[in-house]
């Protein structure tokens, strides 16, 4: 199996992405193809003697984009950008998944214009894991989409009951509708109508759900638009780091708390492991053709690694064969005129 | 001064209400109207001997609206239910603000057919006050319009600006519109086009922020639809819980962890005394005739005594005169007419 991994992209790049692939085939049983400055990569990877020359390949794409760029016009005009390579190595067949931490808007273009879609997703979406207090969840779409439709929030959902499935073995995911209210009848239109057509699909439909359930973790599946998705993600993100602030003023006051967290470090440790992003990989973007995974901006050579590890499942449990066979199974047509929000 | 308190709904009604309406006019200067069932009121009433019984008097209405009810059939039907009486008794002059701790629904229901709505305000809207990094900061909308208008966000956004100088004595408070993104091109079509509205209005606009952003108190005033403040205000709720669960875990699993938690007891209050919604009131609806405040349900007799000093001052620093001045000098007719979402 073979990886893509664009080492351009993100605060850490290239080292963290370097680091982490090293890692990764001596471990993981893959081969890493690393898209970028060529020269870049060479000094990197001389820091490494032994790593597994033989698994790593490196495939020249000297050019960047950036976070400030307007990312449509970039992926046009900038061809030999490691992202549009990448691209159309997996499109391709010359690897079987893509990996990068640069501007997400350039990513999500270069998956829907060059790798394409899965035939009859209408609109891909990005799916976030959450540390949840029952362990990691799906929120879908986490930002891909500003202005969905009730059809769209019905495929995320779909797509997301696969992808839990198969990469964390649940039988039957639970979906949940974000929502303002659990009753059926809360909701924004498109809430409405998405909740009216989710209760004939074949997937475990649990209602509405509202913003405190989130990191309770009972639903394996959130849906929600790319808006409130995005919004939701990036709330939790700087409450964390509100709190984990608090934590440590707390903690560094005076000689007795410092005297305090000496006796606690351990667990201090294992809270902030709970709630490590890392561990989980990066945000999947389900609904395209090939597996391609948006890792964080801010990755660093674990959270690189774990979105390598995480890149292995999404091919080796065939996460876009189930979701073809899943859309096949289910009859979107039905309540379909009643889409316009 | 009179405060009327819907003494009926909440969980911990009406024992926390009347406990915290005893200690209010006392310390307050203030006088309160006890709305409920009159033998309830009393009963309670005589548990404290000393109460300054010459500035409570009690208006007996027994019917209550539960939770479960449908909140406009519910008013409409419920002559007698304590926020219907209530609602009536502000619109007439019998009291300076209402506070109710019960079904919000049927508070919103009551306010806007009752009580009525400020002329040329064609939403009112709840606000949420969260305690950020930077101190207490107003969402707006956290909950009462789930489907709005650009001009309905522009008027939150206003009202927001006059509650946070009036109650805050912010000269200046920042506007910030809650997106997907801080560029202005970013969000879903309605942000889109309230942002372009928002820069030619008289408030501090300081463009778009985003979920990261909320606790990080960079902003006096935060805008968003109902929907979207419903599902940030709760996801805060929710990760809050977690979080101190969490902590209480830390500290508890261990006799050396306990022990560390010795050494830092102060600090842990300190921490929770910040995060404590309570201190900071209920939630202000903006935009009716008159001050409204709707109270956590969950309030204990610190919260709602909080709330009585919030109607205090939304009263006393004429909160719904200012809007009614800003909205004058506003003028909202620029941009309307693209203001079909």
């Known amino acids: ?34 898209i970028g400055d060529e020269n ?26 950036s976070n400030h760029e307007e990312p449509v016009k970039a992926v046009k005009r900038k061809k030999d950008a490691s992202v549009v390579v990448a691209a159309h190595m997996l499109k391709n067949g ?58 769209n929030l019905v495929q995320f959902a779909m797509m997301g009951d696969v992808y839990m499935r198969n990469i964390y073995n649940i039988d039957s995911p639970a979906v949940g509708l974000v929502s303002n209210g ?18 004939d699909m074949p997937f475990n439909f649990i209602g509405n759900i509202e913003g405190r359930d989130i990191m309770e973790g009972n639903s394996d599946v959130m849906v929600c638009d790319g808006f409130v998705g995005n919004v939701i993600l990036k709330t939790i993100e700087g409450m964390g780091h509100m709190i984990g602030d608090m934590i440590k003023d707390m903690f560094s006051q005076t000689i007795r708390t410092k005297l305090g967290a000496l006796f606690v470090m351990n667990s201090i440790k294992d809270f902030k492991k709970k709630m490590d992003y890392r561990e989980y990989g990066g945000a999947p973007l389900l609904g395209c ?13 674990l959270a690189v690694y774990c979105a390598i590890k995480q890149a292995k499942m999404f091919v080796a449990t065939d996460v876009i064969d189930g979701i073809s066979k899943k859309l096949a199974a289910c009859d979107l047509t039905k309540g379909a005129e009643e889409d316009n929000v």
Not at 182 to 199: A, F, V
């Open 1 to 34: 199996m073979k990886i893509l991994v664009d080492v351009m992209g993100g605060d850490n790049a290239p080292s963290a992405h370097i680091e982490a692939s090293v890692k990764a085939v001596s471990e993981l049983d893959v081969d890493i193809v690393l």
């Open 40 to 65: 870049v990569i060479k000094s990197e990877l001389s820091k490494y003697g032994d790593y597994r020359a033989d698994r790593i390949s490196i495939v020249h794409a000297p050019e960047v984009i």
């Open 94 to 151: 010359e690897g079987d998944a893509m990996l990068s931490m640069g501007n997400t808007g350039a990513l999500l273009t270069a998956a829907l214009l060059i790798v394409g879609r899965i035939k009859g997703i209408q609109r891909p979406a990005l799916g976030a894991i959450l540390p949840t207090a029952k362990g990691p969840k799906l929120l879908i779409d986490a930002g891909a989409n500003t202005n969905c439709k009730p059809e």
């Open 182 to 199: 659990e009753e059926e009848g809360k909701g924004d239109d498109l809430t409405k109508k998405t909740h009216t057509r989710m209760k």
């Open 289 to 301: 053709r090939r597996p391609v995974i948006k890792g964080h901006g801010s990755s660093d050579a």
